[in-house]
């Protein structure tokens, strides 16, 4: 069976950063929660993109070690 590791998957930290973005503006309808989430999502920076795409042996080791599971530590920093 593969690995279910969402260290393995760098959008999911990409969707973790977007939902605190949209939820930091407090939409107050569906509309506004649309309208947030495209725009919060223009704004992710290509910084970020990067240091995810950098860090991926780290947290390739880290999972390999933890022997296919999730990591307890935090191996992708902000």
């Known amino acids: 069976m593969a690995s ?3 260290d393995l998957n760098p959008i999911e930290n990409l969707w973790q950063d977007l ?3 949209v939820h930091r ?3 107050s309808n569906l509309t506004e929660l ?3 989430r ?3 999502w223009t704004n992710l920076s290509i910084s970020r993109c990067a240091k995810l795409v950098e860090t991926y ?3 390739l080791a880290a999972v ?3 022997k296919g599971g999730s990591t307890k530590e ?3 920093p902000n």
Do not use: M
Request: no cysteine; net charge positive; proline share 12%.
């Open 4 to 6: 279910q590791s969402p």
């Open 19 to 21: 939902k605190i973005a």
């Open 25 to 27: 503006r407090s939409p």
């Open 34 to 36: 649309h309208l947030f």
């Open 38 to 40: 495209q725009e919060e």
């Open 57 to 59: 042996p780290k947290r």
């Open 64 to 66: 390999i070690a933890a």
């Open 74 to 76: 935090k191996v992708v």
